[in-house]
Structures are given as C-alpha cells and as structure tokens.
Nanobody
Framework: QALLTESGGGFAQPGGSLMVSCSGS????????VTWYRQPPGKERELVAR????????TYADSVKGRFTISRDDTRDTVYLQMNNLKPDDTGVYFC?????WGQGTQVTVSS
C-alpha cells in the first residue's frame, strides 16, 4: 500500500526556522517528483516547492524563494523542506504530494 507520511512542523516565532519531512513507502518514491503544498487558514491549497526525480530540478513559489529549501534523500525515501526566516503568512497545513498520493498534512504555525 502506497503511503506518504509528513512529520515535523510545529510552532515558530517570526524569523524562526522549522523543517518538515515527507517519507514515501509502498512505491518507488525516488523515481518521482515530490511537491510540497500548504493550505493557509480559510484559503485554498497552494504550491510551495517541488523537487524532481534525482533532484534534477527545484522550483519554489515566489513567496518562499530565498527562505525555503527543498531537498531529498533517496536512501531514506524522504523529501525535506527547510523553512527559514518564517513569517506569519507561512502558517498553514503542509502537505506533500507524489504521483497520485497525498500525505495527511502537518501543521505549521508562525506567530509572535
């Protein structure tokens, strides 16, 4: 059974850092691009960052460029999203997506 599992997230003050992780199992995770989305409170889900298979490409939403870094460790079937210089607008539920699969989401809250 294919499964994506997010972990990490939590609470941070503005300017702080957090990291979220997405682990894949039950399919050949390393062969596929992985995308992080977030859903702010009361808003629609939006793309945050995407990493291609074998890390050949990385793309970011303009709102997170220079602050967030996406990476993957294919030995662990895991994709990471390092989030620095966090802002209150980064608050939301963060989801990872790969192939036809979605994780359950992990909450990130940025507040003073």
């Amino acid at each position: 059974q294919a499964l994506l599992t997010e972990s990490g997230g939590g609470f941070a003050q503005p300017g702080g850092s957090l990291m979220v992780s997405c682990s894949g199992s039950g399919f050949t995770f390393r062969r596929y691009p992985v995308t992080w989305y977030r859903q702010p409170p009361g808003k629609e889900r939006e793309l945050v960052a995407r990493i291609g298979a074998w890390s050949f490409s990385k793309t970011y939403a303009d709102s997170v460029k220079g602050r967030f870094t996406i990476s993957r460790d294919d030995t662990r079937d895991t994709v990471y999203l390092q989030m620095n210089n966090l802002k209150p607008d980064d608050t939301g539920v963060y989801f990872c997506h790969c192939e036809d699969y979605w994780g359950q989401g992990t909450q990130v809250t940025v507040s003073s």
